[in-house]
């Protein structure tokens, strides 16, 4: 493998990513808000804009949020691996290049199609078993601030993405685990030019100057972050990575980084963690089965499948795209900037959907799913009910449902923030595909870094995770919140991996997914609503205006939708506002060239991404 890895690509790639971003037009960093309420913040900062050619391919692909993280994913493809095979090169190397996002202190759902069958890898972060679910509530009883609960070792859940990685190799893999880290272990030594993104998002970093040796690691002497084009090199992340190709995850679970993890959690002064050796120890990944539903698109019979609780975009899309179906505006198509109409219609969707979404959906190990299924929530006479609560005018209130007629026994979890995440999807040419969203949760995480060895720069990020958790356990009546902390559980996630299925042959169509807290699930829906209602390529499908709500004011993307389609909407009584909604999208599709199939690729023009293969 390591002869399969040349010096010279580092190079290239440097200049990819030094030399071909431009500034964001002025528009995409403006706000304009109609009505009271301020638009949630979103998961990272705006940063650059950069056009996508969209790309084709004929045998094998690899999408993800980073040049050198893509580049590395093609070099195992090339060199025989699998579609596996080359998501651990690309993670490896997006925790050394892409910090802020995803990485081996973090989690991750892996969604995976042999061929055969669909497989739901879990590798969720999970509560420490002295956690309770008054975790974050301060001595007053009531909930802590963000921020305050974000930084520090309170909001650090057990890591489950290298393990998880690990139990997929074993059964998918084909190259040797040790080799799938030399090119991170590579980067991690001879350095990475600091891309604009990543130098943009620590310009607006205050708090992960806190920590020593992030502050050591990501910032010069007065205090600013190294410059554009800074060779940063990461030599004890590359002995991490060594590690873990020596020992496989039993490097991260015992021994001395599990002991430097736990140090970190719990020694954190004003806001320790309770994270133990025992809890990396006992951490053990899920292999679930895949939430699928069918649903049709121009006149073809489609399979969607995606994540499963403690994932709810699966859930969520499925019900926004069945909604959205049954209202005349289904049948509408775009190839641009969506209408008024067309957006109510999708928007009171929405709010149904994350009306249920935040009664319902919680760790399957911890709260049973409402009529004893899952696929409840997606049963067609479900809809047809929730369907006729949209109207031309604005629902006042959006309730949850009833599926199957039973009452839920949870209260609806308020909201609150979520962030993070970085997306990946592969195929290779065996006839596996994947799609892989992984996080740390919010922007550097818990602003925690893990190192061994004082003397040596670097290390990696350790999540937040556990803030996906309700904060309050229960409302003002005593009743519990689904989603509260618990011992063992694992946080709701918004991560939204979704496979494409023809579904009378069973062939693979796409692998989908994006970052971006809640919104993930609005930014994978507008793709596939692009591509398979709509006709467009996936990088056009990618490239349309951001939309959708969290259940407040109606988010447009800034500077991409007509001041008519603003008060169209505020006729029908939505609260609007335009701001920036960097999503961070990645998109590989079965298509056609010249009568041969090929793979056609997108990535997200408001992120870094690329995609490489041949």
């Given at each position: ?225 190294h410059p554009v084009g800074h060779v940063l090199r990461n030599p004890e992340l590359a002995q991490v990575f060594r590690d873990i190709a020596a020992r496989g995850p039993l490097a991260l679970h015992d021994g001395p980084v599990a002991r430097a993890i736990v140090a970190r959690v719990r020694q954190r002064a004003g806001n320790p963690g309770r994270m133990s050796l025992d809890d990396l120890a006992r951490y053990r990944p899920r292999e679930r089965e895949a939430l699928c539903h069918e649903h ?93 609560l949209i109207s031309p005018a604005r629902m006042p209130q959006a309730p949850a449902g009833q599926p199957g007629g039973v009452q839920a026994s949870w209260a609806p979890m308020p909201d609150q923030p979520e962030y993070g995440t970085s997306h990946i999807s592969i195929v290779d040419g065996f006839g596996n595909a994947l799609a892989m969203t992984s996080t740390i949760e919010a922007g550097f995480g818990s602003r925690l870094m893990v190192s061994t060895d004082p003397g040596r720069p670097g ?156």
């Amino acid at each position: 493998m390591k002869d399969r890895t040349p010096l010279p690509f580092r190079h290239v790639l440097i200049l990819l990513i030094c030399g071909s971003m431009v500034a964001c037009a002025g528009s995409a960093n403006r706000n304009r808000l109609t009505g009271t309420a301020a638009p949630p913040a979103q998961p990272e900062s705006a940063s650059t804009i950069t056009a996508k050619p969209g790309w084709t391919l004929h045998r094998h692909a690899v999408a993800s949020a980073n040049p050198l993280a893509t580049e590395a994913g093609a070099q195992v493809l090339r060199a025989g691996g699998s579609a596996v095979d080359a998501a651990i090169a690309v993670q490896m190397v997006l925790t050394l290049v892409e910090p802020q996002s995803s990485g081996i202190g973090g989690g991750a759902f892996l969604l995976h199609h042999d061929g055969r069958r669909v497989q739901a890898f879990d590798g969720r972060e999970a509560a420490p078993m002295a956690a309770d679910e008054r975790l974050f509530l301060g001595d007053d009883g009531q909930p802590l601030s963000f921020m305050a609960a974000v930084v520090g070792g309170r909001s650090v859940g057990v890591p489950g993405t290298v393990i998880m990685l690990a139990l997929a190799h074993r059964q998918h893999g084909r190259l040797p685990w040790a080799g799938l880290f030399e090119p991170a272990i590579q980067l991690a030594e001879q350095g990475f030019a600091v891309s604009p993104r990543l130098h943009t998002l620590l310009l607006a970093e205050n708090a992960l100057k806190q920590d020593p040796v992030a502050a050591a690691y990501f910032f010069r002497s007065d205090g600013l972050p190294h410059p554009v084009g800074h060779v940063l090199r990461n030599p004890e992340l590359a002995q991490v990575f060594r590690d873990i190709a020596a020992r496989g995850p039993l490097a991260l679970h015992d021994g001395p980084v599990a002991r430097a993890i736990v140090a970190r959690v719990r020694q954190r002064a004003g806001n320790p963690g309770r994270m133990s050796l025992d809890d990396l120890a006992r951490y053990r990944p899920r292999e679930r089965e895949a939430l699928c539903h069918e649903h049709t698109a121009e006149r073809r019979a489609l399979r969607i499948c995606g994540f499963p609780p403690p994932g709810s975009g699966a859930i969520a899309i499925g019900q926004m795209l069945g909604l959205l179906a049954r209202t005349p505006q289904g049948e509408q198509s775009f190839a641009g900037a969506p209408g008024a109409d067309w957006l109510h219609a999708y928007v009171e969707a929405s709010r149904l959907a994350f009306a249920d979404r935040a009664l319902f959906v919680a760790d399957p190990d911890f709260v049973s799913p409402p009529a004893g299924r899952w696929e409840s929530l997606l049963d067609a006479r479900y809809l047809d009910d929730r369907a006729r609560l949209i109207s031309p005018a604005r629902m006042p209130q959006a309730p949850a449902g009833q599926p199957g007629g039973v009452q839920a026994s949870w209260a609806p979890m308020p909201d609150q923030p979520e962030y993070g995440t970085s997306h990946i999807s592969i195929v290779d040419g065996f006839g596996n595909a994947l799609a892989m969203t992984s996080t740390i949760e919010a922007g550097f995480g818990s602003r925690l870094m893990v190192s061994t060895d004082p003397g040596r720069p670097g290390g990696f990020l350790l999540n937040n995770q556990l803030t996906d958790f309700s904060f309050a356990p229960t409302d003002a009546q005593g009743q519990p919140v689904a989603n509260r902390v618990q011992p063992g559980k694992r946080p709701r996630s918004s991560m939204s991996p979704t496979l494409v299925f023809d579904a009378s042959t069973g062939q693979l169509l796409m692998s989908a997914g994006s970052p971006g807290g809640a919104f993930i699930i609005h930014f994978t829906a507008k793709t596939l609503l692009g591509t398979l209602h709509w006709g467009l390529t996936p990088q056009a499908a990618i490239d349309l205006p951001n939309f959708g709500t969290l259940g407040g004011p109606v988010l447009l993307e800034a500077g991409r939708f007509p001041a008519a389609t603003v008060q169209a909407l505020q006729q029908r009584g939505h609260t609007v506002s335009e701001t920036p909604l960097p999503s961070g999208l990645q998109v590989i599709q079965r298509g056609m060239k010249d009568g041969q199939p090929v793979w056609l690729g997108g990535a997200d023009p408001r992120r870094e991404g690329t995609v490489a293969g041949d």
